[in-house]
């Protein structure tokens, strides 16, 4: 046996555990990261949800820009705008919480009755809720479970703040930041790279808000509508909301269902009157999601489900509802990103 088969021998275990180590490193790199960024959630939560907000809004910047609209402007215009509709949404939903919470005893009973009348004694509200009990879930509290909803789901006033002021400087200094980002390579063509880059995550971001923001303003003009039709309150709400969980993906259609489902029973306490308004936006999402979007988006912003299923439960698990919705910008951002780091050239396979 040869010296030189010798030393390949002895070398191959050596490699095979500097490669098993190499991964163990990055394993615990992204474990540390994954954990940083959850024990900075307060922080990173209105940082990225702004700096997502700015590459949607981007090509805006450059195009007001060239009609003599300075990007100050336009970055104010947008704080503004962000600022009535969280005024809107605080004021009407501090109204509607406060006439439900008044309401709770009378809904309550009303709820119960209709549960035992469609599925018999055993589905009263008060047999139910004595089982929770016992579970140990304790006693249904509807404006206990209605404040730990709004605290849950309401940002901090410091996360706004950060949020609102990280928009602005976003798209007020837009350019600088990108001349930054570009010019901090000395290499020409890693400057090219990098410019690619960043007008490829603005383009599809750009494109994603505005397919996705008019395929739900339809869906939620289709819930309004129905919402109307069949005679369930607030029907603008419903709209709204509806518009609002439907960039969510598979959670937000879900969680829309289930409630025009409870509150249609509560309001008519007939099974097929209040399967009527979920079945229709059943309809629509389906003929959205397999007719329309395909269509429309088309296969340049065609997302592998598997991977927008799992970003959906990491980003949720990490940064919860709000990382549900930016599960998938993050994930065309990554994608747009991953492709440029790593292109893929084209393989042709022998027939």
């Given amino acids: 046996m040869s010296t030189q088969t010798v030393q390949d021998q002895t070398l191959e275990p ?34 990225v949800s702004a700096g997502v907000l700015a590459f949607m809004l981007g090509p805006w910047v450059t195009t007001l820009r060239k009609w003599g609209l300075p990007p100050s402007i336009f970055a104010a215009a ?21 006439d439900w919470v008044g309401r709770a005893p009378e809904l309550l009973t009303s709820f119960s009755d ?14 139910l809720q004595s089982t929770f009990a016992r579970t140990g879930g304790g006693s249904l509290d509807a404006a206990a479970i209605l404040q730990s909803t709004m605290n ?40 090219l790279r990098t410019l ?19 395929i739900n303003l339809v869906l939620a003009v289709i819930v309004a509508v129905t919402a109307f039709a069949v005679g369930l309150p607030n029907p603008l709400l419903w709209g709204i909301v509806a518009f609002a969980l439907e960039f969510i993906p598979y959670v937000g259609p879900i ?4 409630a025009l489902f409870l509150v249609g029973f509560a309001t008519f306490g007939s099974l097929s009157q209040a399967l009527v308004a979920p079945l ?32 959906l439960v990491f980003w949720t698990w990490l940064w919860g509802p709000v990382g549900a919705i930016l599960a998938t910008p993050l994930l ?19 027939e």
Avoid: C
């Avoid at 951002?333 to 022998?350: C, D, K, R, Y």
């Fill in 14 to 47: 050596s490699l095979g555990l500097q490669k098993i180590s190499s991964w163990a490193l990055i394993g615990m790199f992204v474990l540390m990261l994954a954990v940083a960024m959850s024990l900075a959630q307060t922080l990173l939560v209105p940082l």
């Fill in 78 to 98: 947008v704080v503004f705008g962000a600022l009535l509709i969280i005024h809107a949404a605080i004021v009407q939903g501090s109204t509607i919480a406060v």
């Fill in 114 to 127: 209709k549960l035992r009348s469609a599925f018999g004694p055993a589905f009263s509200l008060e047999r």
């Fill in 152 to 191: 849950f789901l309401t940002p901090t006033i410091g996360e706004l703040i950060v949020f609102l002021a990280a928009l602005f400087f976003s798209l007020a200094g837009r350019e600088e930041l990108r001349r930054y980002l570009v010019f901090i390579f000395d290499d020409k063509e890693t400057r």
């Fill in 196 to 214: 690619r880059l960043l007008n490829n995550i603005e383009r599809d971001l750009k494109s994603y808000m505005a397919v996705v923001a008019a």
């Fill in 255 to 258: 969680a829309i269902y289930v």
């Fill in 280 to 311: 229709i936006l059943l309809v629509a999402d389906t003929l959205e999601a397999n007719v329309v979007s395909p269509s429309v988006i088309g296969r340049r912003l065609t997302l592998n489900p598997g991977l927008v299923f799992l970003g």
């Fill in 332 to 350: 065309i951002a990554g994608t747009v990103t991953f492709s440029h780091v790593f292109p893929q050239h084209e393989i042709n396979l022998p």
